[in-house]
């Protein structure tokens, strides 16, 4: 599996019973704090392995750093990638850095699935219902705080979020049963379900009142700030959506990016208890699988 589907990693089987799964991604900075920087740019990256139902094993870090830079910010990156990895069970065995003039630090990750088990963007049915693990927002807070109009109160839970790995809903929604799942990063909530919409085959409908938002980014928005990963994925994308009622400014938000975000995961309705079961936290069921309109997402309120 590779670029056939655009999902979250490549996958390669080597045997019967053993596949690899590789993802490499990169981040500028996200807070001011380069530990915290590190500990979410290797969340981010972790997270394809998870999104494909692997267990990521080892990694590589891939750092860009200033020739003039302080090596003490450095270090306080690394050190940060480092304690996310550890948490994820991963092994940090080598890497590379190269000389830029903007920081950008992330990890090339190696994971390890069966091949019989390997969770797609492409398995998704109707019928299917959609969760979200996280909320969304996270971009358009990030950029807040990049033009000094940040609040501490509402990037506290953004940051909480960015740094918490994708772990468990990953081994629940393997244990459920899920039949397609992806990461919402870059390309927005939106985006990556396009991705997902056109790789099954399939239609989606959202319901906006069941999607859950960062506190603070909708106002965000309506106070006129401009986050420019959601022109990038407006571009990209709303050809393939079409808005219902929604307001206007959550309209935005949708196709907002997102920074080490929740997994999206599609699953048979009876099998969400199930997974609510496994996951321990509340989930919302954000929508469901249509076998009209393949590639496309309607989004209702």
């Known amino acids: 599996?590779?670029?056939?589907?655009?999902?979250?990693?490549?996958?390669?089987?080597?045997?019967?019973?053993?596949?690899?799964?590789?993802?490499?991604?990169?981040?500028?900075?996200?807070?001011?704090?380069?530990?915290?920087?590190?500990?979410?740019?290797?969340?981010?990256?972790?997270?394809?392995?998870?999104?494909?139902?692997?267990?990521?094993?080892?990694?590589l870090n891939v750092i860009g750093f200033p020739g003039n830079g302080d090596p003490e910010t450095l270090g306080m990156i690394l050190r940060g990638g480092q304690e996310k990895a550890d948490e994820a069970g991963v092994m940090i065995i080598g890497g590379h850095t190269f000389a830029t003039d903007e920081i950008k630090y992330g990890l090339s990750v190696i994971g390890y699935v069966h091949p019989d088990k390997i969770i797609t963007n492409a398995g998704a049915k109707p019928g299917d219902l959609i969760i979200l693990t996280k909320p969304i927002g996270k971009g358009t807070i990030i950029q807040s705080t990049l033009v000094?109009?940040?609040?501490?109160?509402?990037?506290?839970?953004?940051?909480?979020?960015?740094?918490?790995?994708?772990?468990?809903?990953?081994?629940a929604m393997r244990q459920a049963g899920a039949h397609a799942a992806t990461d919402i990063t870059g390309y927005g909530l939106v985006g990556h379900l396009v991705e997902l919409a056109k790789a099954s085959r399939i239609g989606i409908e959202l319901q906006a009142s069941k999607i859950p938002v960062h506190n603070g980014a909708l106002k965000l928005l309506k106070n006129g700030l401009k986050e420019p990963g959601i022109a990038m994925n407006l571009g990209s994308f709303k050809e393939q959506v079409d808005l219902e009622g929604i307001d206007p400014d959550f309209g935005q938000l949708i196709f907002g990016s997102e920074t080490s975000g929740g997994l999206a995961i599609v699953l048979p309705e009876e099998k969400l208890n199930l997974f609510k079961e496994k996951y321990k936290n509340n989930v919302p069921v954000i929508g469901r699988i249509t076998a009209e309109n393949p590639g496309r997402i309607r989004v209702i309120q």
Do not use: C, Q, W
Request: aromatic share 6%; net charge negative; no cysteine.
């Open 148 to 171: 000094g109009k940040g609040d501490e109160k509402i990037l506290k839970p953004v940051i909480k979020s960015m740094i918490t790995l994708n772990h468990d809903a990953s081994l």
């Open 1 to 59: 599996m590779g670029l056939n589907t655009a999902d979250d990693a490549g996958v390669y089987r080597f045997s019967d019973n053993t596949a690899v799964v590789l993802t490499v991604d990169l981040l500028t900075p996200v807070v001011e704090d380069p530990y915290i920087y590190g500990m979410v740019a290797a969340a981010n990256s972790i997270s394809d392995i998870y999104a494909m139902g692997g267990e990521p094993k080892l990694a």
